[in-house]
């Protein structure tokens, strides 16, 4: 009977003794919670009392806290993003603006001749069609980048779809004096996607590279066992890393003149549709080469 008092005290004591350390780390995590909540601190929950179901406690803290984190970057980040394209619309918005009132005021002279009405008229039709590209790109891409953005998905020659995008562009590489070269191969490459989608996605790929072009575009489609890939590539004077790394950025422009051609949302446009039918749009530079490439499962 001795015996057993004197194991039921140690047992007691045991417990008792790893209620109160159990107790005291508990109260020293509610601290370092406080304090991390604070941002008197921005170090992570550590324990000095080691016991297994507290340790799987505070490491699921310390996951929550990196979370948190995590979404707090991304939240400035995406606040950033918006301050930037708020910024630039704005900007690509005044420009035109601003040259069509400019010119309208002229208009409104009786002392200008004919020949300077019809160029000034022409001016100010020309800034009406930038704006109005602009806010229906703008508005393209907001409504893309909803999660509900319909996609009709279907079988398509891709084959078929590429030429007769690069047939509408006949007048354009002639402007540019470009001769592209084009690698299709001639069995018939079918894909499972959204058509106008796809057409979308070429379209914005070779107005960029007969924009930015320096001499020479190709155009290659390969299938593979996986995969199909349409690589859209063309020469380039100076491109830098940085403007790589941000080719896809919603109004960017590598010149990064906000009065150049073009919106600086055509290739966002066709990187969110690439996302909507779960292809890839990249892009990587090869000396002096600028390579889209696109890329669907088979």
């Given at each position: 009977?001795?015996?057993?008092?004197?194991l039921?005290?140690?047992?007691?004591?045991?417990?008792?003794?790893?209620?109160y350390?159990?107790?005291?780390?508990?109260?020293?995590?509610?601290?370092q919670?406080?304090?991390?909540?604070?941002?008197?601190?921005?170090?992570?929950?550590?324990?000095?009392?080691?016991?297994?179901?507290?340790?799987?406690?505070?490491?699921?803290?310390?996951?929550?806290?990196?979370?948190?984190?995590?979404?707090?970057?991304?939240?400035?980040?995406?606040?950033?993003?918006?301050?930037q394209?708020?910024?630039?619309?704005?900007?690509?918005?005044?420009?035109?603006?601003?040259?069509?009132?400019?010119?309208?005021?002229?208009l409104?002279?009786?002392?200008?001749?004919?020949?300077?009405?019809?160029?000034?008229?022409?001016?100010?039709?020309?800034?009406?069609?930038?704006?109005?590209i602009?806010?229906?790109?703008?508005?393209?891409?907001?409504?893309?980048?909803?999660?509900?953005?319909?996609?009709?998905?279907?079988?398509?020659?891709?084959?078929?779809?590429?030429?007769?995008?690069?047939?509408?562009?006949?007048?354009?590489?002639n402007?540019?004096?470009?001769?592209?070269?084009?690698?299709?191969?001639?069995?018939?490459?079918?894909?499972?996607?959204?058509?106008s989608?796809?057409?979308?996605?070429?379209?914005?790929?070779?107005?960029?590279?007969?924009?930015?072009?320096?001499?020479?575009?190709?155009?290659?489609l390969?299938?593979?066992?996986?995969?199909?890939?349409?690589?859209?590539?063309?020469?380039?004077?100076?491109?830098s890393?940085?403007?790589?790394?941000?080719?896809?950025?919603?109004?960017?422009?590598?010149?990064?003149?906000?009065?150049?051609?073009?919106?600086?949302?055509?290739?966002?446009?066709?990187?969110?549709?690439?996302?909507?039918?779960?292809?890839?749009?990249?892009?990587?530079?090869?000396?002096?080469?600028?390579?889209?490439?696109?890329?669907?499962?088979?």
């Open positions: 009977m001795l015996y057993v008092m004197i039921a005290i140690i047992v007691l004591v045991y417990v008792l003794t790893r209620l350390f159990l107790k005291r780390e508990i109260k020293r995590t509610t601290r919670l406080n304090e991390l909540n604070k941002n008197a601190t921005a170090k992570k929950i550590d324990i000095s009392y080691f016991d297994r179901d507290f340790e799987k406690l505070a490491k699921e803290i310390n996951n929550q806290i990196d979370l948190t984190k995590k979404a707090k970057a991304e939240k400035r980040s995406t606040e950033n993003e918006l301050k394209a708020i910024s630039y619309i704005s900007h690509d918005i005044r420009t035109p603006m601003t040259t069509i009132l400019g010119y309208i005021q002229f409104e002279s009786d002392e200008i001749t004919p020949e300077m009405r019809k160029e000034y008229i022409s001016i100010v039709k020309n800034g009406a069609r930038r704006l109005k602009l806010l229906e790109d703008f508005f393209e891409l907001s409504i893309i980048e909803q999660a509900d953005y319909p996609m009709k998905i279907e079988m398509i020659k891709l084959n078929q779809l590429i030429l007769e995008v690069l047939l509408g562009f006949y007048e354009e590489f402007k540019r004096n470009l001769e592209p070269t084009i690698k299709i191969p001639d069995n018939d490459i079918v894909l499972r996607a959204d058509h989608a796809v057409k979308r996605v070429i379209e914005n790929l070779v107005v960029n590279a007969i924009r930015y072009s320096s001499g020479t575009v190709t155009i290659q390969e299938e593979f066992n996986t995969s199909v890939q349409l690589t859209i590539s063309n020469s380039v004077d100076q491109l890393e940085q403007d790589l790394n941000h080719m896809f950025d919603r109004f960017y422009k590598a010149d990064q003149t906000r009065t150049g051609k073009g919106t600086g949302l055509g290739l966002p446009i066709a990187k969110s549709l690439m996302g909507k039918m779960n292809g890839r749009l990249t892009a990587e530079q090869m000396e002096n080469q600028l390579f889209m490439k696109c890329e669907w499962g088979n």
